[in-house]
C-alpha cells in the first residue's frame, strides 16, 4: 500500500513535469520575441545575457506609424464589440423568445453563415465597399464585423437558459413587454453581454483579411496590417522594432484573455462540450 | 401585429447578416461569370473563369498545398491534442492554470504568430542556435522542401492547447460508473483506453477532425506573413492564390470563380458533417 502511494506520489510529479515543460513550449517564442524587442541589434537572434535596451520600443512609438494603427484597430474593435453585444443580443432574444413566422429558417439561416469564412465573401464585400467609397475608411472594416452570425447563435443559446417561467413571473406583477426584458432577461444576462463584447473585441482585433484588402493607405491600417507589412515594405528590417510591436499588438488581447481565462475555459470544464 | 415587435428586434442584426453574408454568397457566384479589373465595370464573360480554372496551374500547386497542409496537420494535431488532453484529465493540481496556458496562442493574432515563428524559423534565429548547440548542421526551415512542415510546426503549437481542451471535456463526460467498471473487469491500462475510452471519444474526434481540415483550408495569414506563399510557389495555398489574383493582379471575377469553388466545397463538408454526425456547427477557423 506504502509503496502504491509512492508511486502514484511520483507519476503525479511526472505529470506535473510535463505539464510545466508544455508551459514552457508555449512561452518560448514570446519570450524569444521579446528578448529581440529589447536588444540594439536588431537581428533575430539575440543572446539572452545580452544587454537591455528600450529603444526600438521608443523607436516603435515615435518613429513608425504604430500608434496610429493601435488607435485604428482599437476603435474598429470597440465598435465591432458594442454592434455585436446590442444587436446579437437583441437577435438573440427574439430567436431565443420569439413565437413568429421564420424563426427557425433564420436560425437555419444563423447557423449557415456561421460556417462561411470572411475570405469567400470578401471578394464582394469589398465590391459593396468600393461602389459605397468606403474603401481606405476604418467603417469598411467595421461594417463586415459589425454582426457576427455565432455571436446571435451564442445570445440565443444563452437566453434559453433563462426559464421562461420568470418572464410570466414578471408579468403577472404587472411588467410590460419592456419590463421584461430590462428587469428580467437583461440583468440576467450580464455574464452572456461581457463574453460577446470580449470574444467580438478579439476577433476584430486579430482580423486580417478584412482590413488587408479593405485598406490601403498606411494611416488607416490596422495592427495585425501594419505589422504585417513591417517585416516586407522596410527596406532594412529592424527585427527588434517588429517584436517590439508584435508584443504590443498582441497586449490588448492577451490581457482581456489574463482578465477573462477562467471565462473563456470554463465551459470545456463541464464535460460533453460539442461545438 | 403581435410579432411585428420581434421583427424590430431581428432587423439589425439580419440586416447585416444578409448584406455581409447571404448577399456576398450569391454575389460571388455572379461575379464568377465575369471579368472585373476593379477600375472598370464587371463585364460577363460565360464560364470563362471556370475553364481557366482547371487548367491553372498554380491553381492545382495551391490546392496539392492546401491538402498537404491538411494531410500533415490532422493527424498530428489529433494527436498532439489527445495527448495534452490526457495530461490534463490525468492531472491532480493546477488544471485550469495550465489549460489557460495552453489556451493563450489562440487569443494572440494569427499574424503575430506568424511574425514571430518566422523570426524562430530565419537562418541565424533561435531554432538554428539550437541546432548549433547539438553540433547539427543549419537548416533552411523556409526552403521549399521544409516550409510546409515548418509553417505547420507553428500551427501545431498556437492549436494544440486549444483543441486539447474539446477532447479534454469529452473525458470529463465519460461516466464514472464506466471507468470503474472497466477497473472491475481488471483491464489494464492501455486496454481501458483502446476499448473503453478511444471508442467513446469518437464524436469529439469527428468533431475536431472537420474543424481542422476545414482550418486548413483556410490558411492564409500565416502563409502571407512567412513566406508570401514561395519560396516559388511552395507553400501557395488555394486563400493565398485567391488574394494574388484579385488584389495583385486584378483579376476580381477570376477570384471570385476561385472563392465560387471554394464556397461549393466548404457548403459540401458541412453537408457531410451534418449527414454524418447531425447539427451543430463548426465554427472558427485559421486565418
Known sequence: MDIMSKRGKLGAFTLWLIAVVIVILVLIPFLCALRISLAYAGTTYVPFTAPITFDNFKTLLFNTLFPRWMVNSAIISIAVAITNTFFASMAGYALARGKFKGNNLLLTLTVFSMGIPYHLTIVFNFLLMYKLHLTNTLLSVILPLAVDPFAIFLARQFILTIPPSYDEAAKLDGCGELGVIFKIILPMSKPLLLILFVTEFMNAWNNFIIPLVMISKSDMKTVTVGIADFSYATLNVNWGVIMAGSLLGSLPTIALFALLSKRFIKSFFVGGVKG | ?287
Open chain 2, 1 to 287: 401585429m403581435r410579432s411585428l415587435k420581434w421583427y424590430f428586434l431581428l432587423l439589425p442584426a439580419y440586416f447585416f447578416i444578409f448584406t455581409f453574408y447571404i448577399a456576398p454568397i450569391l454575389g460571388v457566384f455572379t461575379l464568377s461569370f465575369t471579368k472585373w479589373a476593379i477600375i472598370s465595370e464587371p463585364k460577363f464573360i460565360g464560364t470563362k473563369n471556370y475553364m481557366r480554372l482547371v487548367k491553372d496551374e498554380v491553381f492545382l500547386i495551391s490546392l496539392r498545398n492546401t491538402l498537404l497542409f491538411t494531410a500533415i496537420l490532422l493527424p498530428s494535431l489529433l494527436t498532439t491534442s489527445f495527448l495534452v488532453a490526457l495530461l490534463l484529465y490525468k492531472l491532480t493540481k493546477g488544471i485550469e492554470a495550465f489549460a489557460s496556458v495552453y489556451y493563450l496562442p489562440m487569443v494572440v493574432a494569427i499574424v503575430i504568430t506568424a511574425t514571430i515563428w518566422r523570426v524562430l524559423y530565419s537562418p541565424f534565429g533561435y531554432l538554428n542556435q539550437l541546432l548549433r548547440m547539438f553540433n547539427l548542421p543549419r537548416m533552411i526551415f523556409l526552403s521549399e522542401e521544409l516550409v510546409i512542415p515548418s509553417i505547420s510546426l507553428a500551427l501545431i503549437w498556437r492549436d494544440t492547447g486549444y483543441f486539447s481542451l474539446f477532447i479534454y471535456s469529452a473525458l470529463l463526460s465519460i461516466p464514472k460508473s464506466i471507468l470503474d467498471a472497466a477497473e472491475l473487469d481488471c483491464l489494464n491500462s492501455y486496454q481501458k483506453y483502446r476499448y473503453v475510452i478511444l471508442p467513446m471519444m469518437k464524436p469529439v474526434l469527428f468533431f475536431l477532425s472537420l474543424y481542422i481540415t476545414i482550418g486548413c483550408f483556410m490558411i492564409f495569414a500565416i502563409v502571407y506573413v512567412m513566406t508570401g506563399g514561395g519560396p516559388g510557389y511552395a507553400s501557395m495555398t488555394l486563400l493565398n492564390y485567391m488574394y494574388e489574383t484579385g488584389w495583385r493582379y486584378f483579376q476580381m471575377g477570376y477570384a471570385a470563380a476561385q472563392s465560387a469553388v471554394f464556397l461549393c466545397l466548404i457548403i459540401l463538408m458541412y453537408y457531410i458533417q451534418r449527414k454524418l454526425i447531425g447539427g451543430g456547427g463548426v465554427y472558427g477557423y485559421y486565418e
